[in-house]
C-alpha cells in the first residue's frame, strides 16, 4: 500500500519550500511503512515533484509532455532521476498519477520509464487544459486584494486574514471580520473613480464598520508589481503556518491562478499610482440604504468618485483592524 504521497505531504513540503531558485525540498516515498529509493519534493515556485531513480535516460522516444506534467531526465547530487513534476494547481490529479506510478515501480518491479510511459497514456484525459486565461479585469481586481492583504491585513492580524480573505468566495465585500469588513476597489483609470457593481456593496453590516480601499494601477511591461509579486510576499510571510498557506493557495486556485502564469507571457505587470483607504459612513457617497429597486429592474450599477473625502493613513487602517479583532 502506497502511503505517499498524500496532501498533507505536500502541504509540509509547501510550508518548507526553498527560497532559492533551483532548490528542492524532499521527502522519501514510504510504502507499508518503510521507505523507498523515490522521493517527492517541492521547489521555489511550488512545483510539485516525483523522483524517481534510474540508470539512464529512455530507450528510445522519452514520453510526451501533457499539459502540466513535465517529465525530465535530470542529474542530480544523488543520481540520475526520472523526475516528472506538475504546477501546485493540479495536485489532486498529480497525487493518484504518482501513486500509479509508484505501484508500477516499486511494488511490480516496472522499468521506470517505461512504467511512466504506461501510465502518461493511461491518464491523458486528465491531464487536459484544466483552465482558461486569467482576463485582465480579473487579474487588476485579484492584485488589489493582494496588495490589502499584504499591506495592511497580514501586518495587522496574521494569518488570520487569510481566513476572512472573502473575495474567493463571492461574498459581499472582499475582507469580512466579525467586526469590520473591507471592500477593495482597484482600478487602472488616474483617478479615484469606481463601479459599485450591487446595491448592497457599499451598506455597513449590522453592528460592523465598513472600509473601502481604493487602488490605483498603471500597467506597464515595467512595473514592479504583478500577482505573483504579491503572492510572494503573502507565501513568505505565512509559510510557516501550513494550515493559512494551504487556504491562500486553494482560494488563489480558485480564481483562476496557476503557477504556470509566471512564464506564460498572461500575467500582467503594475506600479502602484496611489493606495487609500476611506471608512464608509453617513458622509460617504453612495445610494441610501432605504433606496427600492424599482420593479423589473434587475441591477444597478453606479460609479462613486473619491476625490476629497477624508481618508484613513495606513497606521490608522491597521489600528482600527488589530482593534477590532482584540474587541
Same mark, same amino acid.
Given at each position: 500500500?502506497?502511503?505517499?504521497?498524500?496532501? @498533507?505531504?505536500?502541504?509540509?513540503?509547501?510550508?518548507?519550500?526553498?527560497?532559492?531558485?533551483?532548490? *528542492?525540498?524532499?521527502?522519501?516515498?514510504?510504502?507499508?511503512?518503510?521507505?523507498?529509493?523515490?522521493?517527492?519534493?517541492?521547489?521555489?515556485?511550488?512545483?510539485?515533484? *516525483?523522483?524517481?531513480?534510474?540508470?539512464?535516460?529512455?530507450?528510445?522516444?522519452?514520453?510526451?509532455?501533457?499539459?502540466? *506534467?513535465?517529465?525530465?531526465?535530470?542529474?542530480?547530487?544523488?543520481?540520475?532521476?526520472?523526475?516528472?513534476?506538475?504546477?501546485?494547481?493540479?495536485?489532486?490529479?498529480?497525487?493518484?498519477?504518482?501513486?500509479?506510478?509508484?505501484?508500477?515501480?516499486?511494488?511490480?518491479?516496472?522499468?521506470?520509464?517505461?512504467?511512466?510511459?504506461?501510465?502518461?497514456?493511461?491518464?491523458?484525459?486528465?491531464?487536459?487544459?484544466?483552465?482558461?486565461?486569467?482576463?485582465?479585469?480579473?487579474?487588476?481586481?485579484?492584485?488589489?486584494?493582494?496588495?490589502?492583504?499584504?499591506?495592511?491585513?497580514?501586518?495587522?492580524?496574521?494569518?488570520?486574514?487569510?481566513?476572512?480573505?472573502?473575495?474567493?468566495?463571492?461574498?459581499?465585500?472582499?475582507?469580512?471580520?466579525?467586526?469590520?469588513?473591507?471592500?477593495?476597489?482597484?482600478?487602472?483609470?488616474?483617478?479615484?473613480?469606481?463601479?459599485?457593481?450591487?446595491?448592497?456593496?457599499?451598506?455597513?453590516?449590522?453592528?460592523?464598520?465598513?472600509?473601502?480601499?481604493?487602488?490605483?494601477?498603471?500597467?506597464?511591461?515595467?512595473?514592479?508589481?504583478?500577482?505573483?509579486?504579491?503572492?510572494?510576499?503573502?507565501?513568505?510571510?505565512?509559510?510557516?503556518? @501550513?494550515? @493559512? *498557506?494551504?487556504?491562500?493557495?486553494?482560494?488563489?486556485?480558485?480564481?483562476?491562478?496557476?503557477?504556470?502564469?509566471?512564464?506564460?507571457?498572461?500575467?500582467?505587470?503594475?506600479?502602484?499610482?496611489?493606495?487609500?483607504?476611506?471608512?464608509?459612513?453617513?458622509?460617504?457617497?453612495?445610494?441610501?440604504?432605504?433606496?427600492?429597486?424599482?420593479?423589473?429592474?434587475?441591477?444597478?450599477?453606479?460609479?462613486?468618485?473619491?476625490?476629497?473625502?477624508?481618508?484613513?493613513?495606513?497606521?490608522?487602517?491597521?489600528?482600527?483592524?488589530?482593534?477590532?479583532?482584540?474587541?
Amino acid at each position: 500500500m502506497t502511503e505517499t504521497p498524500n496532501p @498533507a505531504l505536500w502541504s509540509t513540503l509547501r510550508a518548507n519550500r526553498p527560497r532559492s531558485e533551483g532548490s *528542492l525540498v524532499t521527502a522519501p516515498i514510504v510504502i507499508d511503512g518503510s521507505p523507498t529509493p523515490l522521493s517527492v519534493a517541492m521547489d521555489s515556485s511550488g512545483f510539485l515533484h *516525483l523522483m524517481i531513480p534510474v540508470q539512464s535516460g529512455p530507450v528510445g522516444p522519452k514520453p510526451a509532455d501533457l499539459n502540466g *506534467l513535465r517529465l525530465r531526465h535530470s542529474i542530480l547530487e544523488s543520481g540520475e532521476v526520472l523526475d516528472l513534476s506538475a504546477p501546485p494547481s493540479h495536485e489532486r490529479v498529480f497525487t493518484p498519477f504518482c501513486r500509479d506510478i509508484i505501484d508500477a515501480v516499486v511494488v511490480h518491479s516496472r522499468e521506470p520509464w517505461a512504467a511512466a510511459a504506461a501510465t502518461v497514456r493511461a491518464w491523458q484525459s486528465a491531464w487536459k487544459p484544466m483552465r482558461q486565461h486569467m482576463e485582465k479585469t480579473a487579474q487588476v481586481g485579484l492584485f488589489g486584494e493582494l496588495l490589502f492583504l499584504n499591506s495592511i491585513m497580514l501586518p495587522s492580524i496574521g494569518t488570520t486574514s487569510i481566513d476572512e480573505w472573502s473575495g474567493p468566495n463571492q461574498e459581499r465585500h472582499d475582507f469580512s471580520g466579525e467586526q469590520i469588513h473591507v471592500e477593495v476597489k482597484t482600478t487602472r483609470k488616474g483617478r479615484s473613480e469606481h463601479e459599485i457593481s450591487r446595491l448592497d456593496q457599499l451598506r455597513v453590516p449590522d453592528g460592523r464598520r465598513l472600509l473601502l480601499a481604493s487602488i490605483q494601477v498603471e500597467e506597464s511591461i515595467t512595473g514592479e508589481h504583478s500577482l505573483a509579486t504579491q503572492i510572494d510576499s503573502v507565501v513568505e510571510f505565512i509559510r510557516m503556518d @501550513a494550515a @493559512a *498557506l494551504d487556504l491562500f493557495m486553494s482560494k488563489l486556485y480558485d480564481l483562476g491562478w496557476a503557477e504556470e502564469m509566471r512564464e506564460s507571457g498572461e500575467m500582467l505587470k503594475f506600479n502602484v499610482r496611489a493606495a487609500d483607504v476611506y471608512e464608509v459612513d453617513s458622509d460617504f457617497p453612495r445610494i441610501p440604504d432605504d433606496f427600492e429597486q424599482p420593479s423589473g429592474v434587475v441591477s444597478i450599477k453606479y460609479i462613486i468618485d473619491l476625490a476629497n473625502i477624508p481618508k484613513l493613513d495606513r497606521d490608522e487602517t491597521i489600528l482600527a483592524i488589530r482593534e477590532a479583532h482584540l474587541g
